[in-house]
């Protein structure tokens, strides 16, 4: 003889027409949505005959748990799209490696043949640019004039040669670009263009990805002026 099937609810909250979803245990320190009902049900039963619960306290509560509930959900929702805009961002950043990017920076890799883009930003006019080039032990060893320049980017390209014309060795070298300002002589800010070896992603909980660029070092990806 087969037994029949118990269909009795398994919890209060069946037997009142109250469907639960189906989650994983809740944290002992978390309140969830069935811990819940079982306070609202446990009010209802020692409420005070004389003083009962009324039906606007009780949506009342109802109502604070479910905006509680939505926020929470809501928040969860945020958290999943910024993180999957930090994985779109990562996998983009990645696509730079080996690539050229123009970044705040004043010294810079010179390659064997290779050439050197930067520019240089421009407070006010200028009757004169000067981009001077010293290599690690600080001596001058290229100076070349840009002539009189409009505020703004100035830009500039070095060839990697020395004053005299010979192709330098590789290695680091500084760029500084001086500009006669009102018969002053001010230094100005500058990018240089160099290449992306490797994206780094901050292992702290931050959001922001670095590029690692040769002969700069680690470079947030919000400074990155210009990709070539």
């Not at 049900?41 to 306290?57: I, M, S, T, V, Y």
């Not at 330098?168 to 670009?177: D, F, N």
């Not at 240089?192 to 070896?197: C, D, F, N, Q």
């Amino acid at each position: 003889m087969v037994n029949p099937v118990d269909k009795s609810p398994s919890s209060p909250f069946e037997s009142l027409g109250i469907g639960l979803q189906k989650t994983e245990a809740e944290p002992h320190n978390k309140l969830g949505q069935e811990d819940f009902l079982q306070l609202m049900l446990a009010q209802l039963r020692h409420q005070d005959p004389l003083k009962p619960l009324e039906n606007g306290e009780f949506i009342g509560q109802m109502a604070q748990f479910s905006t509680v509930s939505g926020i929470q959900d809501l928040s969860t929702a945020f958290n999943d799209f910024a993180n999957s805009l930090q994985s779109n961002r990562a996998l983009q950043a990645s696509s730079l490696v080996g690539r050229s990017v123009m970044v705040p920076a004043d010294q810079v890799r010179l390659d064997s043949g290779g050439v050197v883009h930067g520019m240089a930003e421009l407070p006010a006019a200028a009757t004169a640019v000067t981009v001077n080039v010293e290599d690690a032990t600080g001596q001058t060893v290229r100076s070349f004039e840009l002539g009189p320049q409009s505020p703004g980017q100035v830009k500039f390209t070095w060839d990697g040669l020395s004053g005299t014309g010979q192709a330098l060795p590789p290695g680091e070298y500084r760029i500084r670009v001086d500009a006669l300002i009102d018969g002053e002589v001010s230094a100005l800010t500058t990018s240089l263009a160099s290449k992306v070896e490797s994206v780094s992603l901050d292992q702290g909980g931050g959001k922001d990805i670095t590029l690692n660029v040769a002969g700069v070092g680690p470079v947030p990806l919000s400074r990155v002026n210009e990709i070539l």
